[in-house]
């Protein structure tokens, strides 16, 4: 090659080598700072856009997982005020059991009655108060939908078991006492059979507990794959990049030397003029 002082070939490829090091530095260096090795869509534009699609689908289960644990409280609310309601109901089926005892006299019959009257008006007080962010499984008409999936299409459904007075389920009406002997009889029909629907209802609220527990399990782990599966395709791998930026960094240091040495070469040519 020809010597000239006018293009140092040797100096524009030491200068091309170690911009090209220097670039490659930066790089390692973004992926270290980030851990990511793919944190903008000029990284990798097709990863990028993978990560962000299910990045979007991780968030979306979060609004899932919300809806799922309000779910469940509004059921875990509702079982709660079942299961007293079936506790009043035993109380009242030996309430009106006693006062079928054709030897009570009148005063005993009526200390009966105001106990048994006092117990299905807590049947009450326990349906109105079952009460979860304004939803009521026990009391309401509206069945509970919480999300399933994150398009909102699919839910996970629990009916309404209205556990109130007079309602299907509990037969026993609002008016019912055991004042006389005439109506004990017919007071522990609807009571045994009040006993019976409620320990039906308690058992499909229970079962609807369960799938909404269930679901949420799934969703949590289909969460951690979904997260997963982004880390796998944009997060760095760190040892490897610690390795290669000592590399580079040496061999950003040789760099300059030999851009050093190019760069000395037109001087050597006065030597040709002594």
Do not use: C, W
Not at 101 to 108: I, R, W
Not at 181 to 187: E, G, I
Not at 246 to 263: D, R, V
């Amino acid at each position: 090659m020809a010597a000239s002082i006018n293009t140092n070939v040797a100096s524009m490829l030491a200068m091309q080598n170690l911009s090209r090091t220097q670039s490659e530095l930066t790089s390692t260096q973004a992926r270290i700072s980030t851990g990511q090795k793919v944190s903008s869509a000029k990284d990798n534009g097709a990863i990028f856009a993978i990560a962000q699609n299910m990045r979007g689908s991780s968030t979306a289960l979060n609004s899932v997982r919300e809806s799922l644990q309000r779910g469940q409280s509004s059921v875990d609310v509702a079982l709660a005020a079942g299961e007293t309601i079936s506790d009043l109901l035993n109380q009242m089926k030996e309430k009106a059991l006693s006062a079928s005892d054709t030897q009570l006299n009148t005063t005993s019959r009526n200390a009966m009655n105001a106990d048994y009257v006092a117990l299905r008006d807590q049947i009450t007080k326990a349906v109105n108060n079952a009460n979860f962010n304004g939803f009521n499984l026990i009391k309401g008409t509206t069945d509970l939908a919480a999300l399933a999936d994150e398009t909102g299409t699919s839910k996970i459904t629990v009916a309404v078991q209205s556990l109130a007075l007079g309602g299907a389920n509990v037969t026993v009406t609002n008016t019912s006492t055991v004042s006389n002997q005439a109506t004990v009889a017919a007071q522990l029909t609807l009571v045994n059979a009040s006993i019976k629907n409620v320990s039906l209802a308690l058992a499909k609220l229970g079962s609807g507990s369960k799938a909404l527990t269930t679901h949420l399990g799934f969703v949590n782990k289909l969460q951690d794959a979904i997260d997963a599966g982004i880390g796998n395709i944009v997060d760095a791998d760190l040892a490897k990049e610690s390795a290669k930026i000592q590399a580079l960094q040496t061999k950003q240091q040789l760099g300059f030397q030999a851009l050093s040495i190019a760069n000395q070469g037109p001087s050597s040519l006065l030597s040709l003029f002594r």
